[in-house]
């Protein structure tokens, strides 16, 4: 690693002062705060800090922090790896996480959607993996097809490599201006923001038992994927024609998606999937994420869901009925402000089991699903509603974001 200037380095040590403090006074983990006080001292702190290393960025509206984890697993058998293991994925938690493991020659960041451009273009990053993009926070962010024209820009521009989802058509039209690109069929379960044609506004013709799509009107359609995560079973084939079995403790289709992309990406560092396997099966949880705790006498387990895809795939891992369920969503500035996006989620598939609801928005959650016909029953916050159900069970818990880190927070942030 090259010898960074002396301002940044003392930019960086005074914000690995800051994140410390933040977590020895109970504040926070320090990821954003420290990333913050290094670049108010260097503004171009993100830059050197990310030089000379084989950087990887991971950007998505779902499955960012998990495919993070999972890649960071797998470059691992290659060296030290810096990464922003708790989702802070702007670039203050950037600077933290580099900053943090200022010797690491390899970096994987999760980088929030809306500022992927100002990432790669700031970094200089060797491979960005995207996995898919829906609608979330309609009131922060742009609408997906402008998020998916940046990209598209922002690829234009650099000599990067793309390992993306060949099965989300707007991932596929903004990474195909990329000067190279591995295609991986990784699914897409949720589909309601991609039936129009990005290119000519044409319908997309698809199939519900097939993950291939083309547009009606020109010729924009599915590219051939490389690699390809069969459908229904926990396979995932390699450019060669090999099958290798995932096997990973983290449950759920939109796990196995996760995991085929974190293969393509160590293939793309000389790694290949017989030497990482391994490495990805060893991961269990993600930032609290699929963690059971135990709280008097019950097992709960934490699933975190901030849109409509999200749920859909939580509700995916859920144990089977009459296991109860516990639903806390928030509205807050990480959450968005809006709640409306409830109205898009198909709460029916929660019917015969036990429903909590809790949270800062407990009462927009409530006439949803009274409208959707689920019984259920209001709480004050998850020891209430736990404290209403049977002793010495399971108990789901879904979340949304500032609603999860203040359980995790009150369970000891588990990880």
Not at 318 to 333: M, S, Y
Not at 395 to 402: K, L, Q
Request: aromatic content about 6%; hydrophobic content about 45%.
């Amino acid at each position: 690693m090259t010898q960074l200037p002396l301002r940044a380095q003392l930019a960086a040590a005074l914000g690995r002062t800051a994140a410390a403090l933040s977590r020895a006074t109970g504040r926070g983990d320090g990821s954003v705060i420290g990333g913050r006080i290094g670049l108010v001292f260097e503004p171009d702190l993100l830059r050197q800090l990310a030089a000379d290393r084989k950087l990887v960025l991971v950007s998505a509206t779902n499955g960012k922090t998990t495919t993070t984890r999972l890649i960071t697993s797998a470059l691992a058998e290659l060296g030290g790896v810096a990464t922003n293991a708790f989702g802070a994925n702007m670039p203050a938690g950037h600077v933290s996480a580099l900053a943090e493991d200022a010797e690491a020659p390899y970096a994987v960041l999760e980088v929030d959607e809306k500022y992927l451009p100002e990432v790669l273009n700031t970094t200089g990053a060797s491979v960005v993996c995207l996995l898919n993009l829906s609608r979330d926070q309609m009131d922060r962010a742009a609408e997906i097809w402008l998020l998916a024209q940046k990209w598209r820009n922002a690829f234009a521009e650099v000599r990067t490599h793309v390992i993306a989802n060949a099965d989300d058509p707007l991932v596929t039209w903004a990474a195909s201006t990329a000067s190279s690109v591995t295609w991986v069929a990784a699914g897409q379960r949720w589909r309601d923001d991609s039936w129009c044609c990005p290119v000519c506004g044409g319908p997309l013709d698809r199939r519900d038992d097939d993950a291939d799509w083309a547009c009606r009107e020109c010729t924009f359609r599915r590219p051939e994927p490389t690699w390809v995560l069969m459908e229904d079973h926990d396979l995932v084939v390699d450019p060669r024609g090999a099958r290798w079995a995932l096997e990973l403790r983290l449950p759920g289709r939109a796990n196995q998606a996760n995991g085929a992309i974190a293969l393509a990406t160590a293939e793309a560092f000389g790694l290949p999937p017989a030497r990482v396997l391994g490495r990805l099966r060893d991961v269990r949880s993600v930032a609290g994420r699929y963690t059971s705790v135990e709280r008097d006498n019950r097992e709960i387990r934490l699933l975190l869901a901030k849109n409509p895809a999200g749920w859909l795939e939580a509700f995916g891992v859920l144990d089977p009925p009459p296991v109860p369920v516990i639903l806390a969503v928030n509205a807050q500035g990480p959450d968005g402000r809006d709640t409306s996006w409830l109205w898009d989620v198909d709460y029916r598939v929660l019917r015969g089991r036990p429903v909590r609801v809790t949270g800062e928005r407990r009462l927009d959650l409530a006439l949803r699903l009274d409208i959707a016909g689920v019984p259920f029953e209001l709480a004050r916050d998850v020891d209430d509603a736990a404290a209403t159900l049977p002793v010495g069970g399971k108990v789901d818990v879904i979340a949304n974001y500032t609603a999860f880190q203040q359980i995790r927070a009150e369970f000891g942030r588990a990880v």
